[in-house]
Nanobody, 115 residues
Framework: QVQLVESGGGLVQAGGSLRLSCVTS????????MGWYRQAPGKQRELLAR???????IYEDSVKGRFTISRDSIKSTIYLQMSSLKPEDTAVYYC?????????WGQGTQVTVSS
């Protein structure tokens, strides 16, 4: 049973922007820290950004200043606004709780940044 659905990925030129969305269920979302992860080919999945239930955020250095995570508690949805995209941002992007729950991984959304 898929409980998190990511969308919004695509092909974009370097320097461009994309906005990812992740629709979850209330039992996953409410009161929990949520995060965006990505996995590039041949690499391990990494946590990029997290947002706590009260809205504070933490970013990894690789995306700090370029990506913004946000959450909509009414829609049980989290977002990732990505700007100044680089070819090295090419990956499949996922959302999950932080720490992640293995049973919640969705199919992800592919982001490809061309140079």
């Amino acid at each position: 049973q898929v409980q998190l659905v990511e969308s919004g990925g695509g092909l974009v030129q370097a320097g461009g922007s994309l906005r990812l969305s992740c629709v979850t269920s209330k039992n996953i979302f409410l009161g929990n820290t949520m995060g965006w992860y990505r996995q590039a080919p041949g690499k391990q999945r990494e946590l990029l950004a997290r947002i706590f239930s009260r809205g504070s955020t933490i970013y990894e250095d690789s995306v700090k200043g370029r990506f913004t995570i946000s959450r909509d508690s009414i829609k049980s949805t989290i977002y990732l606004q990505m700007s100044s995209l680089k070819p090295e941002d090419t990956a499949v992007y996922y959302c999950n709780q932080v720490p992640s729950d293995p049973s919640y991984w969705g199919q992800g959304t592919q982001v490809t940044v061309s140079s």
